[in-house]
């Protein structure tokens, strides 16, 4: 049986039951909002920099994120995926609890990996929700937006070779290992996923 995506309110719930809310703009469809079991998804915006400024600044979750970022470098950051956003339809949604309590970041973003254009899935959790299943559940809903709604040919996640928790998140959401390489001067994995049709 065929399991097919069916609307709702102003979006669509899919096949893998995740709500999806959409705004068309020319050709282009921006999913805006999605929602898992536990967690809101919202586009990322101006409004987030303070919760990702707090979020940067913890040591303990950089700390495979390339360090601390400071407040300036972090609003840099924040307008360099919200203009991901404006050429790409997609990119890193701000992630809530269902209580509203800001839980991290997590998206689908162009990455240039040895040289070539790659889309990988990311996400980054408040320490405090750690081990709690979130990022293999986010994983999984990144993983459906990019293959089945966006039709992406094939995800990867890229991580630290050192970061074994976000590896078995990868590998739990079906990603293969690829590769050990190096980017920005750290050892890291990359994992991938393809779209089966």
């Known amino acids: 049986m065929t399991r097919r995506a069916k609307h709702w309110h102003d979006g669509i719930i899919n096949a893998c039951g995740i709500k999806i809310a959409t705004s068309s703009n020319a050709a282009t469809v921006f ?54 956003w404006d050429q790409h339809g997609y990119g890193l949604w701000a992630l809530r609890t269902k209580d509203g309590t800001f839980a991290g970041r997590a998206g689908i973003r162009h990455i240039l990996v040895d040289g070539i254009d790659e889309i990988e899935i990311a996400y980054t959790f408040k320490r405090d929700l750690w ?33 074994g928790a976000s590896r078995r998140v990868l590998e739990k959401a079906n990603y293969l290992f690829e590769k050990t390489t190096t980017h920005h001067g750290e050892a890291v994995v990359i994992y991938r996923t393809r779209r089966s049709c």
């Open 31 to 84: 999913i805006d909002h999605f929602s898992t079991d536990r967690l809101a998804a919202e586009r990322l915006r101006g409004e987030h920099l303070a919760d990702l400024t707090a979020l940067h600044l913890d040591p303990e979750v950089s700390r495979f994120l390339g360090g601390v970022r400071s407040a300036e470098t972090t609003k840099t950051y924040l307008a360099t995926n919200m203009a991901h």
């Open 131 to 163: 081990g709690r299943g979130l990022a293999g559940e986010i994983a999984s809903a990144l993983t459906e937006i990019g293959l089945s709604r966006l039709a992406l040919s094939s995800l990867i996640g890229l991580v630290s070779v050192e970061h």
